[in-house]
């Protein structure tokens, strides 16, 4: 339905200036259609450069009317018409473009499923539409049967609008969906860098390397340096976090700092239990490390923990690109080597091991209740030197 209300719209746009000539149409009629103005004249269509140019004048001449002044909150009325008016540039209309049926359209499928409103700015929103659909109406020459009819069907509309934001459907697609936006940072989370940082956060990892790859070519990161001489005798206290488990699920492990990114992925995996048969790579200061080539991707081999991280140093782990078990890696402290330890070992955590996959036959069985630091030091034992 989104798609052929969208061509219906843009073929409307398209229409000679007389195409509506002789057919009895009436202001009323041109709002709820969107086709040419009253006057028969095209609407402008801004190019996809200047849509943003456009959107700040329309806000601007919003926030300048009667009906905005007397708003109670400005932010509010300038958030709104911003978002408003970017939809409709979006869909290559004009960015004061609206009748009722379109208004409609937007609030239900778009602003009900793709915003987080506060209480108090969803009490607010009414009366901000409403002046936003007169001056949409004035800004068009539409005259007093336009502004009639907006009176007429507003309520609805808002009524309709409410309903749909509290629906339980929407209340969990806008708790879960990755391209939610709150309303109050709607202006900073649609600007350009937020955007790319929205695209990177929610793209499979092959995407991520690509745009890794093209931002690299654009500014390359420099070569980790060489490791200092005093490194050869220190270990690492690193806490390993699986992100997004609830409760966390973690585990602080003691490794040489001059142990290769290739043996820490080892050491991780035995810690966590997972089976290594998966692609993995790190995403350090100095760029990525694995072995997927066409992700461009650094030799892990290559580079040592004292090359990459110093103490205080946060960089990332992601096992298997199909259920993106991502880890953070914190560096907590460097401590000599102790005589007689044998290295990685584990010194704590929290949480049992967690299951790869619940189908697998490896996982079938896993009942440990708690962390079991004794067993995953027997696992790691196969490691030391």
Known sequence: PAGTWALLRARLDLLPDDALAGTGASD???????????????????????????????????LATDRAKALPDRDV???????????ALDLGRAAQH??????????????????TIGDDDLALLPAVIRAWAHFTADARGLGAIAHQQWDEQ??????????????PGAVEHRATCADVIAFRLYETETSSEALFDRLYASAPAL??????????????????????AAAAGTVYRVKVLLRGSKPPIWRRLEIS??????????????????????????????????????????????????????????????????DNLDHNVIVERTLLAAAG????????GRQPDPALYYFDDDDEGRTDAVFDKELINARLARLQT
């Open 28 to 62: 009323a009629d041109m709002i709820v259609i969107g086709g040419s103005d009253v006057n028969g004249s095209d609407l402008d269509l801004v190019d996809d450069g200047a849509d943003r140019a456009e959107a700040g004048r329309v806000v601007t001449r919003f």
């Open 77 to 87: 009325a300038r958030i709104w018409a911003r978002m408003a008016a970017d939809w």
């Open 98 to 115: 609206y009748g009722p049926l379109s208004l409609g359209y937007f609030l239900i499928t778009e602003v009900s499923q793709h915003i």
């Open 154 to 167: 507003l309520a609805d509309v808002l009524d309709q609008f409410t309903s749909a934001y509290k629906e």
């Open 207 to 228: 995407i991520r390397g690509q745009l890794d790859a093209a931002r690299l070519a654009l500014d390359p990161l420099p070569p980790p340096p060489p490791p200092a």
């Open 257 to 322: 700092s001059m142990s290769t990114l290739t043996d820490l992925h080892k050491v991780i995996q035995a810690a966590f239990d997972w089976n290594g048969d998966h692609l993995w790579v790190f995403t350090t200061d100095y760029g990525q490390f694995g072995y997927s080539s066409d992700l461009g991707d650094q030799d892990p081999d290559s580079v040592t923990l004292a090359q990459i991280a110093t103490e205080g140093t946060t960089f990332r782990y992601l096992f298997d690109f199909g």
């Open 341 to 348: 330890t044998a290295y990685p070992r584990c010194v704590g």
